[in-house]
C-alpha cells in the first residue's frame, strides 16, 4: 500500500471506493493543547492553481497514556458538507502525552527557527506567549532531549502514539472549473475510532484551500521565432528523509532536525502538489547533517529522476551547514544553542552530482566541537560545489537561526564564489529591506550576486514568492533548468509577471547578463525595459540603478498605475569606468515581483574576457579561455581556448583591434570590422548523440610568430571570439564571449 513504511504503527489502509457522493455532518475537533482527545492535524495545500489530485496528509495522534489504545476505523473527507473521500483504518494506537508536549513546544517557538508554515496551532494553546530570548535555546535543548528519548524507546520496540495516513485530494472536487481567484473553500478531515469500551466516535480538524489566479507570462523581445517560457519553481524544498521522528526510507530519523515532527512528504508527493501551485520544478533540499552518506544522497538524486520527466523536473540538492568564515557582524540563536563552540550558516548546495558533507544527524549534529569537528568552512563548501559545476546560495542570510554573519567573506560570481542570495524566504515580501537590502548592499561592495527565492518548507507545499525562470529556445530539463538559474534568468515572483531588458547599439542584452566592457568601449546610449503583465491588477513598476561605490541605489524611472500585460522603458547612459546595474521591481495589493539584474562591469585586467557567449541549441553556454602569456617573439605558447561547445563539430577563431557588442546570428559579435580568420578547428568530444563535450584551442603565439597577419606587433590590443557550427539552432552556429589581450615583447 501508498506509504505502508511511513504509518507509525504499520496501520493497514484500504480505499473505499464510493460510487456516489454522500453528506455527512461532522462535529469540530478539540481544542488545540488538550491532553486527552485523540488529534487530527492534517497537511494540505493550501492554494490550488491547478485543479488536480495531489496528495495529502494527516497526522493522527493519541496523547492519553493512561487508557487502552484506541482502534481507527475510517478518515473522511469532506469539502462544503459533501463527501469526496473516505478511507478504511485498521490498527490501534497506543497513547503518550509526551510527544504531544513536544510539538507544543515547537509551536511557540519562533517561525523562523521551526520554518512551520501553518498558522493556527494543534498542539500548544492558542494563547500560549511564543518563546523568546534565551528561552527559545533552552526550549530548543528540552525537545532535543525528549526526540531523543522518543527515538530511543520506538527503537526498543515501544509503539508508536502517531500515524501518518497519506491519502488523495481531488482539488477539482472542491472548485467548479470557473471558481474565480480567491474563492475559499472549506475542507473537514474526520478520523472515526473506537475506544476501548467499544464507543464509536469522530474528531475532526478543518482547513481552508484557497483558488490562486494562474501564472501570469512577461512579453519580451528577447528570442524572437526561437520561443520563449518561463517556469515557476521552488529553491529550497525538504523532504521526509529529514524528519526529526519517522524519516522515510532509506534515510533513519534525523534527530538534529528537532522543530520537525509532523507533516512531511515524499519527492512524488510534492511534485503533486507544486504542480497545483503551478510550478514545474523543485529542488530537494534536506540538510547536509540529516544525509549520512553517499548511498543516501544518491537514493534522493534516485527519487528525484523517477519525479522528473518533459513536463517537471526535480532536482537533487542540499542545504549545507557550515562554518563562518572570518569576521563575524553579530550572532544569532544557532550560535548560543551551539554554545558558541560554532558559528555556522546554512548555504543551498545546487547542481550537485554527490554528497556535500556538513554535520551529522545526531543530536545537535549541526554544532561544530560536541561531537568533533563536523563542519567545513562554508568556502570550502563553495569550492566544492563548483567542482561539481554547480551554484551556491546563500540561505536566509540576515534570519535570527543560521543567518550569515561572516559579511566580510560573502563574495560572488567575481572570485568564483557564491552565485547568489536568498532574498524572499518563506513568503514574498514588500519592499527593499530585509534580505534584498542585505543583497543590495553586496552588490554596492562590488560582488556579482543574483536574487533567488525559496519557500523552505519541511510540510507540504505552499504558495510563496516562486523563481520563475526563462528558458529562450529549448525545453524544459534539468540541465537547461539549471543553465537558466545560474545564469540569473529569473524573476520572483507571486504572481505577477515581469522581466528586465536592456538594449544596447542594437543588441538586447537578457535579464542575469554579466556583461564586461573592453578597454575602448565609449559611453552609449541604453534603453532599459521591462515587460510586464498584471492580468486585471493594477500595480506601477520602479527601475533601480546601482554603481559600485556608492551609498545606495537609485530610483532611475517608475512608471504611473499600469494594468494588463506590455512594456515600460526609460533611457541612461552606460557606465564604463565603475561597475554598474539595473534592476526592476513592481509591488501591488496583488502581489509583488522582484527582477535579477542587468550587469555591467569595466574589466581592467588583461588579459580578459568580455562580452556574452550564445548558449547552443542544447542548453550549454561555451566559454572563452586562455593559458599562458601573449607574446610577439617568445617560444612559449598562449593557448585560446572555448569549452562548452557540440562535440564533432566545425569552428574558428577571429579576432580584430576593437571591440563591438552588435547583434550577430542570435548572438553577440564581439569583434569590430576588420576582422581576420584563424584555420578551421574540429571540436572532438564525445561520439555520437550530440552533447557539450567539443572543445577548441589555439596557441595565438605560434599564430603570431608564423607571420600569418604582420599587424600582430608588441602593444597591439587583439579582441578574439570563436565561431563553431550548431545544426540545431535557428541560424545554425554558435558564439563564445570573447576575449582581450594586448600582446607583449
Same mark, same amino acid.
Given at each position: ?29 478539540p ?118 528519548q ?5 527503537? @526498543?520496540g ?48 478543518t ?7 494562474p ?70 533540499t534536506?540538510?547536509s ?32 551547514? @557550515? ?14 544553542l ?12 545546487? @547542481? ?20 568533533g ?8 563548501n ?29 563574495? @560572488? ?79 520572483? =515572483? ?10 544596447i ?21 541604453l ?47 552606460l ?41 547552443? =541549441? ?56 576588420p ?71
Amino acid at each position: 500500500m501508498k506509504n505502508f513504511d511511513r504509518l507509525g504503527i504499520g496501520l493497514r489502509i484500504g480505499v473505499l471506493a464510493l460510487a456516489s457522493v454522500a453528506v455527512w455532518a461532522g462535529r469540530p475537533g478539540p481544542a488545540a493543547g488538550s491532553e486527552t482527545e485523540v488529534l487530527v492535524v492534517p497537511f494540505v495545500v493550501n492554494e490550488a492553481r491547478d485543479l488536480r489530485r495531489v496528495e495529502a496528509q494527516v497526522l493522527v495522534y493519541n496523547p492519553d497514556g493512561s487508557r487502552e489504545p484506541v482502534g481507527l476505523r475510517a478518515l473522511r473527507v469532506v469539502a462544503e458538507g459533501e463527501l469526496i473521500h473516505e478511507q478504511v483504518l485498521e490498527g490501534e494506537l497506543p497513547g503518550d502525552p509526551r510527544f504531544g508536549h513536544l510539538n507544543a513546544l515547537v509551536e511557540r517557538l519562533p517561525q523562523e527557527v521551526t520554518e512551520l508554515v501553518r498558522e493556527r496551532r494543534y498542539f500548544a494553546a492558542a494563547d500560549a506567549r511564543e518563546f523568546e530570548g534565551r528561552e527559545i535555546v533552552r526550549r530548543q535543548r528540552e525537545i532535543a532531549a525528549g526526540i531523543e528519548q522518543l527515538q530511543d524507546e520506538f527503537a @526498543g520496540g515501544r509503539p508508536e502514539p502517531f500515524a501518518r495516513v497519506s491519502f488523495p485530494l481531488p482539488l477539482d472536487q472542491l472548485f467548479f472549473a470557473d471558481s474565480q481567484a480567491g474563492t475559499r473553500v472549506a475542507v473537514t478531515f474526520e478520523l472515526e475510532f473506537e475506544t476501548a469500551d467499544a464507543n464509536i466516535r469522530t474528531v475532526a480538524a478543518t482547513e481552508y484551500v484557497t483558488r490562486l489566479a494562474p501564472f501570469l507570462t512577461p512579453p519580451t523581445r528577447l528570442g524572437a521565432g526561437i520561443g520563449v517560457t518561463v517556469h515557476a519553481g521552488d529553491l529550497h524544498v525538504h523532504t521526509c528523509h529529514g524528519e526529526a521522528l519517522g524519516a522515510c526510507a532509506p534515510s533513519t530519523s534525523c534527530l538534529a532536525e528537532t522543530p520537525q515532527l509532523t507533516g512531511s512528504f515524499t519527492i512524488a508527493e510534492l511534485r503533486s502538489q507544486f504542480e497545483a501551485l503551478g510550478c514545474d520544478w523543485f529542488t530537494a533540499t534536506d540538510h547536509s547533517y540529516c544525509i549520512n552518506d553517499e548511498a543516501e544522497y544518491q537514493s534522493i538524486a534516485a527519487e528525484c529522476a523517477a519525479s522528473t520527466d518533459a513536463s517537471f523536473v526535480c532536482m537533487p540538492d542540499t542545504e549545507v551547514s @557550515g562554518d563562518e568564515v572570518g569576521p563575524q557582524e553579530g550572532s544569532d540563536a544557532a550560535d548560543i544553542l551551539c554554545l558558541f563552540t560554532t558559528q555556522a550558516n546554512h548555504m543551498g548546495a545546487h @547542481g550537485l552530482t554527490s554528497r556535500v558533507h556538513g554535520g551529522e544527524d545526531g543530536l545537535l549534529g549541526f554544532c561544530n566541537g560536541f561531537t568533533g569537528d563536523v563542519l567545513n568552512p562554508f568556502t570550502e563548501n563553495v569550492a566544492a560545489v563548483h567542482a561539481m559545476g554547480g551554484y551556491s546560495i546563500a540561505n536566509h542570510p540576515p534570519a535570527g537561526m543560521f543567518g550569515w554573519n561572516s559579511v566580510e567573506a560573502l563574495v @560572488g560570481l567575481e572570485q568564483q564564489g557564491l552565485h547568489g542570495i536568498e532574498v524572499w524566504n518563506g513568503n514574498a515580501s514588500a519592499g527593499q529591506g530585509g534580505s534584498i537590502a542585505f543583497w543590495v548592499d553586496r552588490l554596492l561592495e562590488g560582488h556579482l550576486l543574483y536574487a533567488y527565492a525559496g519557500s523552505d518548507t519541511h510540510d507540504e507545499a505552499h504558495a510563496f514568492g516562486a523563481n520563475h525562470a526563462v528558458l529562450v529556445g529549448v525545453d524544459l530539463t534539468p540541465e537547461h533548468l539549471k543553465a537558466a538559474l545560474m545564469a540569473g534568468r529569473v524573476y520572483l =515572483s507571486d504572481g505577477h509577471a515581469a522581466l528586465i531588458e536592456v538594449d544596447i547599439g542594437g543588441l538586447t542584452l537578457p535579464m542575469g547578463t554579466v556583461q564586461t566592457l573592453p578597454q575602448g568601449v565609449p559611453p552609449a546610449p541604453l534603453s532599459i525595459r521591462v515587460g510586464y503583465d498584471f492580468g486585471g491588477d493594477t500595480s506601477t513598476i520602479t527601475i533601480f540603478k546601482g554603481r559600485v561605490g556608492d551609498a545606495g541605489e537609485t530610483i532611475l524611472c517608475q512608471s504611473g498605475p499600469l494594468s494588463g500585460s506590455g512594456f515600460f522603458e526609460c533611457g541612461d547612459t552606460l557606465e564604463t569606468a565603475v561597475g554598474s546595474w539595473y534592476r526592476a521591481y513592481s509591488e501591488s495589493s496583488g502581489g509583488y515581483v522582484q527582477t535579477n539584474p542587468i550587469f555591467f562591469r569595466p574589466g581592467g585586467e588583461d588579459p580578459l574576457r568580455y562580452c556574452t557567449a550564445k548558449p547552443n =541549441s542544447l542548453g550549454c553556454v561555451p566559454a572563452i579561455a586562455y593559458a599562458g602569456e601573449p607574446s610577439a617573439t617568445a617560444p612559449i605558447p598562449f593557448e585560446v581556448t572555448a569549452s562548452g561547445v557540440l562535440n564533432q563539430q566545425f569552428g574558428i577563431f577571429f579576432y580584430g583591434f576593437s571591440p563591438t557588442l552588435t547583434p550577430f546570428q542570435d548572438g553577440t559579435l564581439c569583434v569590430a570590422a576588420p576582422i581576420e580568420r584563424t584555420p578551421i578547428q574540429h571540436s572532438g568530444g564525445n561520439g555520437a548523440p550530440s552533447d557539450c563535450s567539443g572543445a577548441y584551442g589555439l596557441d595565438f603565439n605560434a599564430w603570431i610568430q608564423s607571420g600569418a597577419d604582420p599587424a600582430l606587433t608588441v602593444g597591439t590590443t587583439v579582441y578574439g571570439q570563436y565561431w563553431s557550427r550548431d545544426p540545431q539552432s535557428t541560424s545554425t552556429t554558435g558564439l563564445t564571449d570573447a576575449l582581450q589581450f594586448t600582446l607583449g615583447p
